[in-house]
């Protein structure tokens, strides 16, 4: 009994461990690696966008995006995704979990979360945030509206590129995710339409909102997103971005298939929800 009152969490019976283990413990580890190779995954490209951003500012202290973009993106636009899918996610049910208990043997050799997952997510965040600098950027050189006027300035490149971010991410968060719940919708697309709210109410023309007279983004979003040209850039963007990582998880799975993959395909193969 004083060991029991002493733990963090007990069990009635030893036949509980099993479930505890194979089922609820899987479950756990797994949302926790993906968790984490995800949030270095945003964060990092986040971050490397500013590294190639300063070969064109001079190394000075400017930001590629707006103050309040930098504010909201972990607060707001990324935060409840990945909330939901390190609560909710998982790769087969509990059934199948009980059934294929080699499903437990990846989390003992370290393949969800090791130093060579963590230098692949570094990779990959290199790669995304070249694609997500350098295609808004050479969209947006010396490009014109379609009225003739100018759009290419520092104030809609900035909000090419953290739109670009924002989708970019959140398509990585659905490729990533393997068990979708009412939830996990509400989350990732709540999240992508409070970013285009928040956008176009601060980013507007500053008729009815109070913005102080230093903000230099009033106006950005009407000059801009009304142009076929940018988002047709968010989507070639968006595409060059996740391509990549589509193709390699599915040569992946041909020529090197992981005992996850194999369940979920027997899984799906006998009607059941992965």
């Known amino acids: 009994m004083q060991a029991v009152l002493s733990s963090d ?13 194979l089922v609820h413990g899987r479950w756990s580890y797994l949302r926790m690696c993906k968790f984490l190779r995800y949030f270095f995954y945003k964060n990092f490209t986040f971050t490397f966008v500013h590294f190639w951003y300063a070969f064109f500012c001079g190394f000075s202290a400017q930001t590629v995006y707006d103050e309040w973009f930098i504010t909201l993106y972990n607060l707001v636009y990324t935060a409840l995704p990945v909330l939901g899918m390190s609560l909710f996610d998982q790769d087969v049910n509990d059934t199948w979990s009980f059934q294929h208990p080699n499903l437990y043997v990846p989390g003992q050799l370290n393949q969800y979360f090791s130093k060579t997952a963590f230098f692949k997510c570094a990779l990959h965040s290199v790669y995304s945030s070249v694609v997500l600098f350098f295609i808004p950027y050479a969209a947006m050189y010396d490009t014109v509206r379609d009225d003739g006027r100018d759009i290419a300035d520092y104030q809609s490149f900035a909000l090419l590129a953290q739109t670009c971010l924002v989708i970019t991410v959140c398509i990585q968060l659905c490729l990533d995710m ?10 990732v697309w709540g999240s992508l339409a409070m970013y285009f709210v928040v956008t ?13 007279a230093s903000f230099p983004f009033i106006g950005t979003a009407r000059n801009s997103l009304n142009q076929p040209n940018v988002w047709l850039t968010i989507l070639l963007t968006s595409i060059l971005c996740v391509l990549p990582v589509v193709a390699y998880r599915f040569l992946l799975i041909q020529l090197r298939p992981t005992i996850n993959d194999k369940v979920g395909t027997l899984t799906n193969h006998t009607g059941f929800c992965s």
Not at 9 to 21: G, K, M, P, V
Not at 178 to 187: E, I, L, P, R
């Open 9 to 21: 969490y007990s069990f009635a019976q030893f036949r509980f461990l099993e479930r505890l283990l």
């Open 178 to 187: 393997s068990y979708w719940t009412a939830v996990n919708q509400f989350f």
């Open 200 to 212: 176009f109410s601060m980013y507007s023309n500053g008729t009815h909102i109070n913005f102080p």
